[in-house]
């Protein structure tokens, strides 16, 4: 059996270089897209933690059997429930999430579960142009 080795066999070096170029220019799309989409979960994750941090605040409000006081505060990074002013859940916010406002401080009423300083209240969630809204009703429900 006898092999032919012509000029025409292969590649040229510029259907090579063409290949590399298209596969650069998707695989640059893809990692910026990956990056954007990373930020998406990360910003969807916060406001959900914080979602369910004042669900459950309300829930022990409702059901308060001890007579304890609870609330939910900010302060620089980090979102506290308290019970009866003393830290029992918190979650600290990720770098690359800013929430507006910077600080606060709401306090759940017993029985109802709604929320006593402020009505209704808003947090803004933000990250790499993208905006994320909690709302909280006055009876403290989490919208």
Request: charged share 15%; net charge negative.
């Amino acid at each position: 059996m006898f092999i032919d080795f012509n000029d025409d066999d292969g590649f040229t070096l510029f259907e090579i270089l063409i290949v590399m170029a298209v596969v650069l220019v998707i695989s640059t799309a893809g990692v910026i897209n990956l990056f954007r989409l990373q930020s998406v979960f990360i910003l969807r994750s916060s406001a959900d933690e914080i979602r369910s941090m004042v669900q459950y605040g309300r829930e022990l409000a409702i059901a308060n059997k001890d007579l304890a006081s609870y609330s939910l505060s900010l302060s620089g990074s980090v979102v506290n429930l308290q019970k009866n002013g003393l830290e029992f859940s918190r979650y600290i916010i990720p770098q690359k999430v800013m929430i507006n406002p910077a600080s606060f401080y709401w306090s759940f009423m017993p029985i109802t579960g709604g929320v006593e300083t402020c009505s209704p209240c808003q947090l803004l969630l933000r990250s790499n142009g993208i905006n994320e809204i909690i709302n909280i009703q006055t009876n403290g429900i989490v919208d």
